[in-house]
């Protein structure tokens, strides 16, 4: 993935962090959905991308939990390489993980600029 994580994702205010990894979770979810109902793969291959895509979702709601308490332990490079380590698990999971945290991050990018587009009215 060309996308710089821990730059992007630590260039956002405190706020859209928060949301970036809550929308991340979610998205996640929608992953787990999608792989199993992959028409294509055997079940014994969905339920082992389901099993690394649900040890990353496990890591980010951890990481909410500790964002919301101002908490925070794992630096997002940390939290990066956690990711990277779980799709090196089941690398067919790439696509999947890579897809929720794009769509995450320009959703909140989006945001941060529409609000920044109204505050000049």
Same mark, same amino acid.
């Given at each position: +993935? #060309?996308?710089?994580?821990?730059?992007?994702?630590?260039?956002?205010?405190?706020?859209?962090?928060?949301?970036?990894?809550?929308?991340?979770? !979610?998205?996640?979810?929608?992953?787990?959905?999608?792989?199993?109902?992959?028409?294509?793969? =055997?079940?014994?291959?969905?339920?082992?991308?389901?099993? &690394?895509?649900?040890?990353?979702? !496990?890591?980010? =709601?951890?990481?909410?939990?500790?964002?919301?308490?101002?908490?925070? @332990? +794992?630096?997002?490079?940390? =939290? &990066?390489?956690?990711?990277? !380590?779980?799709?090196?698990?089941?690398?067919?999971?790439?696509?999947?993980? @890579?897809?929720?945290? +794009?769509?995450?991050?320009?959703?909140?990018?989006?945001?941060?600029?529409?609000?920044?587009? !109204? #505050?000049?009215?």
């Amino acid at each position: +993935m #060309s996308f710089e994580y821990a730059p992007s994702i630590g260039s956002l205010y405190p706020e859209q962090r928060l949301h970036f990894y809550e929308l991340f979770a !979610h998205n996640l979810t929608i992953s787990i959905r999608s792989i199993w109902s992959d028409s294509v793969i =055997t079940d014994a291959e969905k339920l082992d991308q389901i099993k &690394w895509v649900n040890e990353i979702m !496990h890591r980010i =709601t951890s990481k909410i939990y500790h964002l919301r308490l101002n908490q925070n @332990t +794992m630096s997002d490079s940390d =939290t &990066w390489q956690t990711i990277e !380590h779980w799709v090196s698990q089941n690398p067919a999971i790439g696509d999947e993980v @890579t897809f929720a945290i +794009m769509y995450s991050y320009n959703y909140v990018v989006r945001l941060k600029d529409e609000d920044l587009d !109204h #505050s000049s009215d």
